[in-house]
């Protein structure tokens, strides 16, 4: 009897803890432990991991040739061939090259800096939707999504591409996801500016455009307008150094809608034959189920009716951005960071899976990014992951299938 009662002293101060710290007021010191876990895991990394060089010596010949006065953006270009971002690329990468004096190490600090100020964001981000729901969520709930945020720390290739590669795409996550919460927020004009802002650093930003759009007509249609117009205001001032002396150059660069893509690094379609990944019925064809899906999805959204709050802001934004991956023409491998930060948002709050599948779709988009060279069965496990994530996604099936407590 006397261990009988000892075992349901036990579980009874497990329960007890367990409800105490998932409290709201610990939602600031779990953030604070994981980045600081972060933090020395960045400096090991960096330490110890050998850097890998691709882009960054290139990032800084273009910015060179910017600040000795070339303009024309056909003529700018690095080792690895012509310029194609917009002008505020030039204008970040021009403060990393003063800041760094083009020296790698001390790039890779900045880039920790940037890595953890993108994972507080994504935090920020998750504990506004899980606190400002319309009911009080329960203790299983908010370990559950703890747990979701535990994922985001612990990527390989994530990591890599801050801290080890130096991709612009980095910094451009970190800005969007600023705007993010200047939305949740409701602070809509200051977001859009850092929307633009992160347009103008790569125009991958856009396909979250669709969802925003959505969002600002259901939040207000009379200032749609309005905001949409300081998203393209503020591009034109951005660019306008350059628009005022090679508009064309800058607008057939920056926002090179025709690039060509390589069938060697795609990670996504590299089951396909190079002539077929390469043809014009590929590319129609996956534009075609692009817009599709996104009206469908607006369609199911409208039909839901939900509510303008913090979760159906960040739910709209990733799941715009989630259908334009499933259907992009190629996926490199920086690519991964516009939108692994959403995975475990969207595997937990728009899905309807049990969490040994939600782990399993985790470790196979994760193990489709870290297989290098790309393989057939690399990128067929990635878009068989990537559709079971987005089918429940784009039906707003309202997952989360959480009961709700008790009453008496």
């Known amino acids: 009897m006397a261990v009988t009662g000892t075992k ?23 953030a604070l432990l994981a980045l600081i876990g972060e933090l020395l895991l960045g400096f090991l990394i960096i330490v110890k991991v050998k850097y890998t060089e691709i882009d960054w010596i290139a990032y800084m010949q273009e910015v060179s040739m910017w600040l000795d006065g070339e303009y024309d953006y056909t003529k700018i270009r690095g080792a690895t061939g012509p310029l194609v971002y917009p002008a505020g690329f030039l204008y970040l990468f021009g403060v990393l090259k003063w800041l760094t004096k083009g020296g790698v190490l001390k790039a890779q600090i900045v880039f920790l800096f940037f890595y953890l100020a993108t994972q507080a964001s994504v935090f920020a981000l998750y504990t506004i ?57 409701k ?40 905001r949409l117009a300081i998203c393209g205001v503020s591009q034109v001032l951005i660019g306008a150094p350059f628009l005022l002396r090679h508009p064309v150059s800058y607008l057939r660069k920056a926002f090179e ?5 390589f069938h060697i690094w795609t990670v996504n379609l590299k089951f ?14 996956l534009l075609l189920l692009h817009v599709g899906l996104l009206i469908a999805y607006v369609y199911q959204l409208v039909k839901a009716s939900r509510p303008v709050n913090a979760e159906t802001i960040l739910s709209t934004l990733f799941v715009s951005n ?69 089918i429940p996604c784009v039906l707003v099936m309202s997952p989360t299938k959480t009961k709700k407590p008790k009453t008496e």
């Open 8 to 30: 349901i002293t036990w579980r009874e101060s497990f329960r007890r803890h367990y409800e105490y710290f998932a409290d709201a007021g610990f939602d600031l010191p779990f």
């Open 129 to 185: 939707t899980l606190r400002n729901g319309s009911r009080k969520r329960t203790a299983t709930e908010v370990w559950s999504f703890r747990f979701a945020m535990g994922c985001l720390c612990i990527s390989k290739r994530f990591h890599s591409i801050f801290l080890l590669r130096l991709f612009n795409d980095g910094p451009t996550m970190l800005v969007t996801y600023l705007s993010f919460l200047c939305f949740l927020t």
């Open 187 to 226: 602070r809509w004009n200051i977001g859009c500016l850092f929307f633009s802002f992160a347009v103008s650093l790569k125009m991958n930003v856009l396909l979250f455009a669709p969802g925003l759009l959505f969002l600002l007509i259901q939040d207000s249609p009379k200032w749609t307008i309005p």
């Open 257 to 261: 809608l025709d690039r060509k893509f």
């Open 272 to 285: 396909l034959p190079e002539d077929v990944f390469l043809s014009k019925t590929v590319a129609i064809t």
């Open 322 to 390: 989630f259908i334009g991956i499933c259907c992009a023409r190629t996926l490199h491998y920086q690519f991964y960071s516009w939108y692994f930060s959403s995975l475990p948002f969207l595997l937990w709050r728009e899905t309807p899976y049990p969490l040994p599948i939600r782990l399993v779709l985790l470790v196979a988009i994760e193990y489709a990014f870290l297989t290098f060279p790309a393989t057939a069965k690399s990128s067929g496990i990635l878009q068989v992951a990537h559709w079971l994530i987005l």
